[in-house]
T-cell receptor, first 111, second 116 residues
């Protein structure tokens, strides 16, 4: 899997948009960008994934740059319950392999 | 999404005893399950890949004789930590893959193991 780089921590005020960046400059053409998050002492939770087009679901939006070397996960209206570690992972789709979790970004949403 | 359960959610045991952790898929059949562990303030690390009806594949550095994995059915995988020691204290998490038409993995809530 391609290596990703994320800031170790970020803060966001409740109600504001949280924009979490991820660099994946060595991503291959067949690799997708996946985002998971882990709330303290819980199992990780899938958020969203994409190849090259921007994606949106009920949880978040994913913006991937045209060269695919970086992406941004956007939580449009962060709540206190969004405080978690967010992991950006790149891998081929439907590969059936385990996820390679890096260190992620610890997001703290403050009142 | 798929519902994955783990039992127990936490366990405390004495050094030298064995502990079994169950991972169940409650609403779909999973041919592949993964076992991860997570030490405090660290990321998840893959321990092994478990395929129904076959022997598990272990990651480098994970002792297969110490961490016994049994994937006896499409809805149940078990991880047994044999002769547990304090350094085995960790958060153990399973995940399932392969829900038809979807690519995300579904994780269990985790099991906190503390070995005294």
């Amino acid at each position: 899997d391609a290596k990703t780089t994320q800031p170790p921590s970020m803060d966001c005020a409740e109600g504001r948009a949280a924009n979490l960046p991820c660099n994946h400059s060595t991503i291959s053409g067949n690799e997708y960008v996946y985002w998971y998050r882990q709330i303290h002492s819980q199992g990780p939770q899938y958020i969203i994934h994409g190849l090259k087009n921007n994606e949106t679901n009920e949880m978040a939006s994913l913006i991937i740059t045209e060269d695919r070397k970086s992406s941004t996960l956007i939580l449009p209206h962060a709540t206190l319950r969004d405080t978690a570690v967010y992991y950006c992972i790149v891998r081929p789709r439907n590969s059936g392999y385990a996820l390679n979790f890096g260190k992620g970004t610890s997001l703290l949403v403050t009142p | 999404g798929a519902v994955v359960s783990q039992h127990p959610s936490w366990v405390i045991c004495k050094s030298g005893t064995s502990v079994k952790i169950e991972c169940r898929s409650l609403d779909f059949q999973a041919t592949t399950m993964f076992w991860y562990r997570q030490f405090p303030k660290q990321s998840l690390m893959l321990m092994a890949t478990s395929n129904e009806g076959s022997k598990a594949t272990y990651e480098q550095g994970v002792e297969k004789d110490k961490f016994l994995i049994n994937h006896a059915s499409l809805t149940l995988s078990t991880l047994t930590v044999t002769s547990a020691h304090p350094e085995d204290s960790s958060f153990y998490i399973c995940s399932l893959v392969g829900l038809a038409g979807r690519d995300e993995q579904f994780f269990g809530p985790g099991t906190r193991l503390t070995v005294l």
